[in-house]
């Protein structure tokens, strides 16, 4: 056993430590197929193995399974390709109407072997939706996750490109999202144009943390 390997996986750019038994080599950047808590999904090395250590208190995610084939690598494109036309989603938000639940879907992502459907949704307060999984699940046969999400991860997994051309930071490196403030907006001397100085997710841009 090596390791464990800092990895990413999931449209919200999770990074944890994974074990590995019988992978060896592995480099950053290698597509490799992780065995997590949602089930098989597709991942990158980000930092190899023994390169970072565990928090206190941190337990590993799951296991590195295998280097991506290339039936790995297709089905992850794929899956990327089709959400958007995925029937899940409306059926999601007629469950939800139905219930009564206020209710804005905005994502979904299956994991590799197709066992589990997470859903990501936004909603002015928090809501039960224990019966609207259980519906869910018997619907389309699989496992259900719910996950509320807010504004900036909105952008995370819709957005594009921001005002300054490149691509968001949230869907790009940004990890965690730090407070940001308007004073840090002043001292650049940015002044209080909300065009200047808001993000695709109507909040107070990301990047105002970086020079201030």
């Known amino acids: 056993m090596s390791g464990p390997v800092l990895c990413s996986y999931s449209k919200m750019l ?12 592995l480099r950053i ?14 991942g990158r090395v980000v930092a190899e193995p023994g390169a970072t ?5 941190e337990a ?17 494109r794929a899956e990327q390709v089709r959400v958007i036309k995925r029937p899940e989603i409306r059926e999601a938000r007629r469950f939800a109407e139905e219930r009564g639940l206020e209710m804005t879907f905005i994502d979904l992502e299956e994991t590799l072997d197709q ?9 002015p307060n928090r809501v039960d939706f224990r019966d609207l999984v259980r519906d869910m699940a018997t619907t389309f046969a699989k496992k259900i996750e719910l996950r509320q999400i807010g504004d900036r991860d909105v952008a995370r ?35 209080l144009d909300n065009n200047k100085i808001s993000g695709m997710c109507g909040r107070l841009k990301c990047c105002l943390k970086y020079e201030d």
């Open 53 to 57: 250590r565990l928090r206190r208190n």
């Open 157 to 191: 997994l819709s957005g594009d490109v921001g005002s300054c051309g490149h691509e968001l930071c949230c869907k790009t490196f940004l990890l965690d999202f730090v407070p940001v403030t308007m004073k840090m907006a002043k001292n650049q001397g940015l002044g």
């Open 29 to 42: 950047g290698d597509e490799v197929v992780l065995e997590t808590r949602r089930g098989l999904e597709f």
């Open 14 to 25: 999770l990074q944890e430590h994974f074990d590995v038994y019988d992978v060896d080599g």
């Open 115 to 123: 066992k589990k459907l997470v859903f990501y949704f936004m909603a």
């Open 60 to 76: 590993t995610a799951g296991k590195v399974l295998r280097r991506a084939a290339m039936e790995d690598k297709n089905a992850h």
